[in-house]
């Protein structure tokens, strides 16, 4: 039988090897990723770089695409349901690493300006598998939580939600975690605009993990030089890999949009897209595929943490140090601009909370039970 073609994205990690007995594949970098490339293939397996759209796709033979990332607004929906391809997503591969970040970002921001965190409220806008387990993590160092999500709410009503007007004023920290709908109700391009900023009563935090174009950056830049944002934790950008530099130097903490980097989020990624590719095309590699042997973390597996005399974000803040300090990522953004994606391309091993063991000792039962419910073992 005639083995199917695959081009794949040559920066999707653990993929090599894998379908080679089943399909015909082959890696490269999404600049070369083109029309005449992919007119003769079956499937794509790409990341957020590859736009696929008529363009890319018109007269070519695919069939099938996966894309190793929980954002798809790089996927034209319309365009491939018209031309009968299939298209997945992986989403929540990453929300434990999203939320592993923000943990590091929240905890060293309020450690750099002395915030007390179980004093402070923080909106979350967009509560799908990342934004959860945001809520959960904002709950477990204290924060009082507000929720914003319009499709969520229309669904299962208003009982748990506010409207963002409201999550606005009533907010010290606002994070967002939506998908990028460029129209339409839940449209969330420039959703934190010039407008949105005005309504501040008061200085806010911000944090952008979800898509640079979610928060208009000239915005956010002007906002920032007005007062309205004190403080500012942005990992994704308008125009990646061209970012505002006069924006960078600005904000609190800077990463290039490596949020969900751990190795667990890209294994999960790239598991979602296999599997579904094996189902779709029958290639018989076996159910549940997921890759062996992820590579270890430099950081020491084992945790130790004398609990006595510290508060518990002083002890979330030691552990959490431990497992991912943000402040790297920061200064190599920093250090290296221009190497955007370079910095993603090589990005160093991060493990996720499950991989530690965690010893507390001076411990009360309140501190260990929050520890476990992280994930840390």
């Known amino acids: 039988m005639k083995k199917i073609r695959i081009i794949a994205d040559d920066k999707i990690p653990f993929l090599q090897g894998i379908l080679e007995p089943f399909a015909d594949i082959s890696y490269l970098p999404p ?24 363009e890319l796709l018109e007269r070519s033979s695919v069939k099938f695409i996966a894309t190793a990332t929980i954002g798809f607004d790089h996927i034209d929906a319309a365009y491939c349901e018209s031309k009968g391809i299939k298209w997945i997503s992986a ?21 750099q300006k002395e915030i007390q965190l179980d004093s402070k409220t923080i ?12 809520e959960k993590i904002s709950k477990i160092f204290g924060l009082k939580v507000l929720l914003n999500d319009p499709p969520r709410e229309r ?9 963002l007007e409201y999550l606005l004023h009533n ?34 935090i911000i944090i952008n993990t979800s898509r ?7 915005d956010l830049n002007k906002a920032i030089m007005d007062g309205k944002v004190s403080s500012c934790v942005l990992d994704v950008w308008e125009n990646e890999p061209q970012i505002d530099k006069e924006l960078l130097n600005r904000v609190d903490i800077s990463t290039p949009h490596i949020a969900g980097y751990s190795v667990e989020g890209k294994a999960n990624g790239t598991a979602a897209c296999v ?23 430099n950081k020491l597996k084992e945790i130790g943490i004398d609990c006595q005399g510290k508060l518990n974000q002083e002890i979330f803040f030691e552990l959490i140090k431990s497992t991912y300090d943000i402040l790297e990522d920061d200064k190599r953004l920093r250090n290296s601009v221009k190497d955007f994606e370079k910095l993603r ?32 073992n």
């Open 155 to 163: 669904k299962e009503g208003s009982e748990k939600f506010v409207p």
């Open 345 to 376: 391309g090589e990005y160093p091993v991060r493990r996720e909370f499950t991989y530690y063991d965690v010893h507390l000792t001076h411990a009360d039962e309140s501190i260990r039970s929050a520890v476990s419910e992280l994930g840390f």
């Open 31 to 54: 600049i070369q990723i083109t029309k005449e490339v992919v007119k003769d293939v079956d499937a794509l397996i790409v990341r957020t770089r590859t736009k696929c759209n008529a």
């Open 275 to 297: 599997n579904v590719l094996n189902e779709f095309f029958s290639l018989g590699l076996g159910q549940n595929w997921y890759p062996t042997h992820l590579p270890l973390s």
């Open 212 to 218: 640079g174009e979610v928060v208009s950056n000239k």
């Open 171 to 204: 907010s010290d920290i606002i994070t967002f975690h939506v998908p990028l709908n460029k129209s339409g109700i839940d449209k969330t391009f420039h959703l934190a605009d010039e407008i949105f900023f005005d309504k501040f009563q008061k200085s806010k």
């Open 123 to 134: 909106g979350i806008v967009g509560v799908g598998n990342v934004g959860c387990k945001i």
């Open 91 to 111: 989403p929540g591969c990453n929300s434990s690493s999203v939320q592993q970040y923000l943990a590091s970002g929240l905890l060293t921001l309020a450690k």
